[in-house]
């Protein structure tokens, strides 16, 4: 039995995406850059690819860069929007991934800017009335940065009251969509968003690449310096079999958005009931109002077996997460958890499902768990 609920962190790659990688892999091997036959095929790969993503989103063509995934797009957000336009403030929340929270690390003990992380309650939200308040209190250049679907407990910030807030106050505002591009509409015409970072193997697309839009008025200057690539902003040959398999992954997952929206959703509900009916004293992590309808974190208690239940799920076939996949495969304290006050003496274990899973998988995991961790006894 080999079940994968680990989709949060990197999701299975689609036929279609395979063979659209496979017909340029076999077919167009020249440099973007070169003017022959060969590279000027290689530049209509990626310009199509830029074309698809920005009608995915809602942008212009000039407005899309590709990166090699949302770590470097969120760094290019951060680093370039305090280098070149002013920026003196960035605010972002305590539960923020790794590519954030580090960055703005590097910014602080360096001086770059001024650093603010706003707490979240224990369902994972922050409070907009603290970040008006903040932003009306500042003199400076700011920057919001905040993450759409929060990676460990999937809970949801409010996109559209974020944007507003950075609108009356004249900030910038960074979304970071690596959990929900593909998987939620987002239009940057009808939302005030300056950059927005995405990851193309967190919706069915290869490793390793991924985009930023930049909103033309926030144009940055290059983070990498070199052969002048994409537009001067971001140098090095385009990896073009990459840009083509993402661009292939997101068109299809925004096709088909909303069918595999009604399939997940129903795993998850499903699953939540048996968790509910079958096992003993379990709790959820994060928001179960508010959270994204693929992520779901739950809290077992502490028991004999408790400190093996992700290896005992391994041995079951059951691939799920204790938290974020990018610690280089250790096993750390969650920086979420700790923020939203979990009880660290339970096990937080993260199931993230896809349109490959089933209700079966869903069935099946609930029978591994009863066997690993307490279960409802029947009156």
Known sequence: ????????????????????????????????????????????????ARKIVAECIGASTGEIFFTS????????????????????HV?????????????????KSNSLAK??????DTSGHIDYNQLSAILEQSREKCLISLMHVNNEIGTMHDVNRIAEIAQENQALFNLDSSQSMGKYPIDVNDTNISFLCGSAHKFHGPKGVGFIYIKN??????????????????????????????AEALQISVRDQEENRQHIKGLKDKFLQLVQSELED?????SDTHGAYNIISLSFPKTEK??????????????????SACSSGVENASHVLEAIGHDPERKAVRFSFSKFNTLEEIEQTIESLKKITPAKSIA
Request: charged share 20%; with cysteine.
């Open 1 to 48: 039995m080999n079940i994968y609920f680990d989709n949060a962190s990197t999701t299975p790659l689609l036929d279609e995406v395979k063979e659209k990688m496979k017909s340029v892999i076999d077919e167009v091997y020249g440099n973007p850059s070169s003017i022959h036959r060969q590279g000027r095929q290689a530049k209509i790969i990626v310009e199509n």
């Open 69 to 88: 995934g949302a770590t470097e797009a969120n760094n290019m957000a951060l680093l370039c929007s305090i280098r070149d336009l002013g920026v003196k």
């Open 91 to 107: 605010i972002s929340a305590t539960t923020e991934h790794h590519c954030i929270t580090h960055t703005l690390d590097y910014i």
């Open 115 to 120: 650093v603010t992380l706003l707490p979240v």
């Open 217 to 246: 008025e926030n144009m940055i200057q290059t983070l990498m310096h070199g052969g002048d690539q994409e537009r001067g902003l971001r140098s090095g040959t385009e990896n073009i079999y990459g840009i083509a398999g993402m």
């Open 282 to 286: 379990i709790k959820i992590n994060g």
């Open 306 to 323: 408790s400190d093996l239940l992700m290896m005992n799920l391994d041995i079951a076939g059951i691939c799920a997460s204790a938290g």
